[in-house]
C-alpha cells in the first residue's frame, strides 16, 4: 500500500483533469485499487430528487448488481446504514444490526459472495451529497485501520472529482459578471448554483425559466437575451440572460443552467428596439409586428431604421443574425422559444 501524500496527489491529479467525468471515476477507482484492497467497487452521482444513485464507474461488478445499486432499494439502505451523512467510512461489521437485515447485503451482496466492505458517503463543499462509493470485499475479515483512515482521508478528493457542479461553475464563470445562477432539472425543479445568488427571475416557472427550458429542450446548447425589469417602459432597464445545456458527461437529470448577469453593451438600442428585435429574431414581418405591438406599420420601419444603422447592418436579416448572436434583443413574448444557436 502506497503512502497516503502518493495516493492523494494520484487523485488530486484524476480530479483536476479535463477528461469526461465517466473517463474520471474510471480512473479513480482504477488507482484506488493500488491502494486499498477490494474485489469490486461501485461509485456513482447521488440523485437526491429521484431517490437513487447515478451509476458512474465500477469494477468487477455483474449487471444484476448494478442494475440494483441504481435503484430505489439501494438508495433506502444507503439511508439506513447512515452513508447519507458524513461520516468515516462504513462496513457491514459497524453496523448495530447484522448486514443481512439490509436487502442489498441479503438478496445480492451476500449470495454475490461478499461478505464485507467499506461504504462512503461523498460530500462537496456545503455538505452537498455528491455521492457514493462503496467497496467489496469476498473475506469475512474486516478491513482493516489503516484502510479506512487512508479511504476516509481521501474522500473529499473524490468528491471534488465526480462533484458536477465543478464542470456547472466553470462554465458559469465564463459568462461575464454573472451574479445569479440556478440548474435546471428534467423534472421540473432547480437548484441554485453554488456561490451565486438567486434572482427573482430565475424562480420555478418564471416566464424566463420556461423560455430557457424550451431553448434547451428544443437542442440548444446555448443562448443569451435580454430581459425588461420594471415593466413595459423598462424603469429599471434589463438583465442578461444566458442559457446553457449541460456536457454531455453529466447525469440525465441535469439539463441546463440559466444564468444573470449585467446587460452589457445595448449599442444604444431602446426599450422598444430590443423588443421588435426579438420579432425579427423569430422571423416576423413588419406587418406582424405593427400588429403585436399596436402600432403603425410606419412606426416600425422608422425603428427599424435606427436599428440597422445601430447594428450596422444593411439588411433586417442581417440585423437579426447581429441580435441573436450578441443576445440583444428581448424574446418577443413569455415562453417564446429564443433564437438556437
Given at each position: 500500500?502506497?503512502?497516503?501524500?502518493?495516493?492523494?496527489?494520484?487523485?488530486?491529479?484524476?480530479?483536476?483533469?479535463?477528461?469526461?467525468?465517466?473517463?474520471?471515476?474510471?480512473?479513480?477507482?482504477?488507482?484506488?485499487?493500488?491502494?486499498?484492497?477490494?474485489?469490486?467497487?461501485?461509485?456513482?452521482?447521488?440523485?437526491?430528487?429521484?431517490?437513487?444513485?447515478?451509476?458512474?464507474?465500477?469494477?468487477?461488478?455483474?449487471?444484476?448488481?448494478?442494475?440494483?445499486?441504481?435503484?430505489?432499494?439501494?438508495?433506502?439502505?444507503?439511508?439506513?446504514?447512515?452513508?447519507?451523512?458524513?461520516?468515516?467510512?462504513?462496513?457491514?461489521?459497524?453496523?448495530?444490526?447484522?448486514?443481512?437485515?439490509?436487502?442489498?447485503?441479503?438478496?445480492?451482496?451476500?449470495?454475490?459472495?461478499?461478505?464485507?466492505?467499506?461504504?462512503?458517503?461523498?460530500?462537496?463543499?456545503?455538505?452537498?451529497?455528491?455521492?457514493?462509493?462503496?467497496?467489496?470485499?469476498?473475506?469475512?475479515?474486516?478491513?482493516?485501520?489503516?484502510?479506512?483512515?487512508?479511504?476516509?482521508?481521501?474522500?473529499?478528493?473524490?468528491?471534488?472529482?465526480?462533484?458536477?457542479?465543478?464542470?456547472?461553475?466553470?462554465?458559469?464563470?465564463?459568462?461575464?459578471?454573472?451574479?445569479?445562477g440556478v440548474i435546471l432539472r428534467d423534472?421540473?425543479?432547480?437548484?441554485?448554483?453554488p456561490g451565486l445568488?438567486?434572482?427573482?427571475?430565475?424562480?420555478?416557472?418564471?416566464?424566463?425559466?420556461?423560455?430557457?427550458?424550451?431553448?434547451?429542450?428544443?437542442?440548444?446548447?446555448?443562448?443569451?437575451?435580454?430581459?425588461?425589469?420594471?415593466?413595459?417602459?423598462?424603469?429599471?432597464?434589463?438583465?442578461?440572460?444566458?442559457?446553457?445545456?449541460?456536457?454531455?458527461?453529466?447525469?440525465?437529470?441535469?439539463?441546463?443552467?440559466?444564468?444573470?448577469?449585467?446587460?452589457?453593451?445595448?449599442?444604444?438600442?431602446?426599450?422598444?428596439?430590443?423588443?421588435?428585435?426579438?420579432?425579427?429574431?423569430?422571423?416576423?414581418?413588419?406587418?406582424?409586428?405593427?400588429?403585436?405591438?399596436?402600432?403603425?406599420?410606419?412606426?416600425?420601419?422608422?425603428?427599424?431604421?435606427?436599428?440597422?444603422?445601430?447594428?450596422?447592418?444593411?439588411?433586417?436579416?442581417?440585423?437579426?443574425?447581429?441580435?441573436?448572436?450578441?443576445?440583444?434583443?428581448?424574446?418577443?413574448?413569455?415562453?417564446?422559444?429564443?433564437?438556437?444557436?
Amino acid at each position: 500500500m502506497r503512502n497516503d501524500p502518493t495516493a492523494a496527489l494520484e487523485l488530486a491529479e484524476i480530479a483536476a483533469s479535463g477528461e469526461p467525468l465517466p473517463c474520471r471515476a474510471e480512473a479513480l477507482l482504477h488507482a484506488l485499487r493500488r491502494v486499498v484492497r477490494f474485489d469490486s467497487a461501485w461509485l456513482a452521482l447521488a440523485d437526491i430528487p429521484h431517490n437513487r444513485f447515478t451509476p458512474l464507474a465500477s469494477a468487477d461488478l455483474d449487471n444484476a448488481i448494478l442494475e440494483h445499486f441504481g435503484g430505489p432499494v439501494m438508495a433506502q439502505d444507503i439511508e439506513l446504514a447512515g452513508l447519507n451523512r458524513q461520516c468515516p467510512p462504513v462496513s457491514p461489521s459497524d453496523l448495530p444490526y447484522p448486514a443481512e437485515e439490509l436487502a442489498t447485503w441479503a438478496e445480492h451482496l451476500v449470495p454475490a459472495g461478499y461478505h464485507e466492505g467499506l461504504g462512503v458517503g461523498l460530500f462537496g463543499p456545503g455538505g452537498c451529497h455528491v455521492g457514493h462509493l462503496g467497496l467489496l470485499l469476498s473475506s469475512r475479515e474486516a478491513p482493516s485501520p489503516e484502510s479506512r483512515h487512508l479511504l476516509g482521508r481521501l474522500r473529499s478528493t473524490l468528491a471534488a472529482a465526480i462533484d458536477p457542479m465543478r464542470s456547472l461553475l466553470t462554465t458559469a464563470r465564463l459568462v461575464r459578471g454573472v451574479t445569479a445562477g440556478v440548474i435546471l432539472r428534467d423534472d421540473g425543479p432547480t437548484d441554485v448554483l453554488p456561490g451565486l445568488e438567486r434572482h427573482p427571475l430565475l424562480e420555478a416557472d418564471s416566464p424566463v425559466l420556461v423560455a430557457a427550458r424550451a431553448a434547451i429542450s428544443g437542442g440548444c446548447l446555448y443562448t443569451a437575451f435580454l430581459w425588461p425589469l420594471g415593466g413595459a417602459h423598462v424603469p429599471a432597464g434589463h438583465v442578461r440572460i444566458t442559457a446553457l445545456a449541460v456536457a454531455e458527461d453529466l447525469p440525465a437529470p441535469l439539463t441546463g443552467m440559466v444564468l444573470a448577469s449585467p446587460p452589457g453593451d445595448l449599442r444604444g438600442l431602446t426599450a422598444r428596439e430590443l423588443e421588435i428585435l426579438g420579432f425579427l429574431v423569430d422571423g416576423c414581418s413588419n406587418e406582424e409586428i405593427a400588429r403585436s405591438l399596436v402600432v403603425a406599420q410606419r412606426t416600425v420601419a422608422a425603428h427599424l431604421e435606427h436599428i440597422l444603422a445601430k447594428l450596422s447592418a444593411r439588411t433586417r436579416t442581417l440585423a437579426a443574425v447581429r441580435a441573436e448572436r450578441e443576445g440583444l434583443y428581448v424574446p418577443r413574448s413569455p415562453g417564446t422559444t429564443p433564437g438556437r444557436r
